[in-house]
């Protein structure tokens, strides 16, 4: 070989690369996390081993922001990403696109199923969706009583809308089954009477965010069938705005999360005052300028109607305008006073819900509930009292010393038993005799045993 055919080392890596990139280009690649490294810059570096290899991988800062799945060493993954040749070392790395846990994959492929499955059914289709209720007065939360997404929502609903109420069904929302116990709280809100529970408007079901296995129970089809079959409209909030389950896709309607939903729901009460007092000023200002249109029109008719005729031919004319006039200004205070009354019986409405007032009854409430519980703290107490007393007397009645009061005694053998029979006892056995004063330590010397004695 002459050296006209020799090239760089620089040449010779970078047709390597190439060769990389297009034979093998974009590929699925399963193992296991080692020697994880997360850098400043939002980089992660590691190593992809299984029983019989391994190979160096990079995700960059913008895929790494996508990955749902937290990366630790040990944990078993399928990664998707393009095969190539890092020049500045010649060695072979994987650049990765998209990381799941093991399993994910066909977690995600059932999930895609289902949701084929039920689109072909119409399930997705709007004209099988319900619409929400513009003013809705309770709200029925299916989710688990421990959760940070029951305390957003109620804080939220509090601030917003506290005159709409919440009713919470317990269930729980992650684990094996746990879409079974949400289907029978959808089932008990669908005929609330046979279960005991309070009718609501709307309902939401939700949860936290997770991984796809933490929010799977949500993409079972016998929830899914569930919720497009209550007659209640739904709104589904799992996860974060990112988490799509089939319940997203079957409910009425889908918030991003939790919180997002109670906002779907309610409208804001300082909007609605603000709402009603420019509807207020709105009316006030019609009313004004369609008055002094009137009188315009009014002063304007008196002036070019008596410079052509006699006074005496617009009196009749005139007095028409002025009932009216009255009539129309009658009319337009009784619907400005209409308005205003509305707007004090919604005042009076949401004073009840004054958190004073709120805080008031629950105080009043627990006030009572403390007098009833140490009222019965005192009849157990009284019926504890009572029971001793009877035992008491039952001990005293018939334990050991009413026996000594009438004139017996017990004998008990050396190991402290009673002595029921003298074929327990053999010569030189001690034996002690108890009386109600004292007692006597005796030996045996001559025992008869039916009749007949024993020395």
Avoid at 422 to 437: A, E, K, M, R, V
Wanted: aromatic share 4%.
């Amino acid at each position: 070989m002459s050296k006209d055919s020799t090239i760089s080392v620089t040449r010779l890596v970078r047709r390597m690369r190439n060769l990389l990139e297009i034979e093998l280009g974009e590929v699925w690649v399963e193992g296991e996390i080692s020697n994880l490294r997360r850098q400043s810059s939002g980089h992660c570096y590691f190593t992809l081993k299984d029983n019989g290899g391994q190979i160096s991988c990079v995700l960059f800062r913008g895929q790494a922001k996508s990955v749902q799945a937290e990366l630790k060493d040990g944990l078993q993954v399928r990664v998707y990403g393009e095969v190539s040749l890092y020049e500045a070392r010649g060695s072979v790395q994987l650049i990765i696109r998209k990381v799941e846990e093991d399993g994910q994959g066909a977690l995600q492929a059932k999930f895609e199923a289902l949701k084929n499955k039920l689109q072909k059914e119409g399930l997705f289709e709007q004209h099988q969706k319900q619409a929400l209720p513009t003013h809705p007065l309770s709200v029925g939360l299916i989710t688990s009583a421990t959760s940070a997404a029951l305390q957003d929502m109620l804080h939220i609903l509090g601030r917003r809308a506290p005159w709409i109420q919440p009713y919470l069904y317990n269930v729980p929302v992650q684990g094996k089954g746990a879409e079974r116990d949400i289907v029978k709280a959808l089932e008990a809100w669908s005929a609330p009477e046979k279960h005991q529970l309070p009718p609501v408007d709307v309902i939401i079901v939700g949860r936290g965010g997770g991984s796809l296995e933490d929010l799977w129970n949500f993409n079972e089809e016998v929830l899914a069938r569930a919720i497009a079959a209550c007659p209640i409209p739904i709104v589904s909030a799992v996860g974060h705005e990112i988490d799509f389950t089939i319940a997203d896709f079957v409910a009425d309607m889908r918030a991003p999360t939790p919180s997002a939903a109670v906002e779907l729901i309610s409208a804001d009460k300082e909007e609605l005052l603000k709402r009603l007092q420019t509807n207020k000023q709105a009316l006030q200002r019609c009313l004004h300028n369609r008055i002094e249109n009137l009188e315009l029109r009014l002063r304007q008719g008196k002036r070019s109607i008596l410079n052509q005729t006699h006074e005496r031919l617009l009196r009749e004319p005139l007095m028409r305008l002025e009932q009216n006039h009255s009539a129309l200004v009658e009319s337009l205070q009784t619907a400005l006073k209409s308005k205003q009354e509305a707007i004090q019986t919604l005042s009076l409405r949401l004073q009840p819900l004054h958190p004073e007032q709120l805080v008031a009854r629950q105080q009043e409430q627990l006030k009572e509930k403390t007098q009833r519980l140490q009222r019965a703290h005192q009849q157990q107490l009284t019926d504890l009292e009572t029971r001793l007393s009877h035992y008491s007397g039952l001990l005293r009645t018939l334990g050991p010393e009413s026996t000594f009061q009438r004139g017996f005694s017990i004998t008990l053998n050396q190991d402290g038993k009673v002595i029921q029979s003298p074929d327990s006892l053999t010569t030189g056995d001690t034996i002690h005799t108890h009386f109600q004063q004292g007692h006597l330590v005796s030996r045996v010397e001559e025992v008869k045993k039916g009749g007949k004695n024993q020395t």
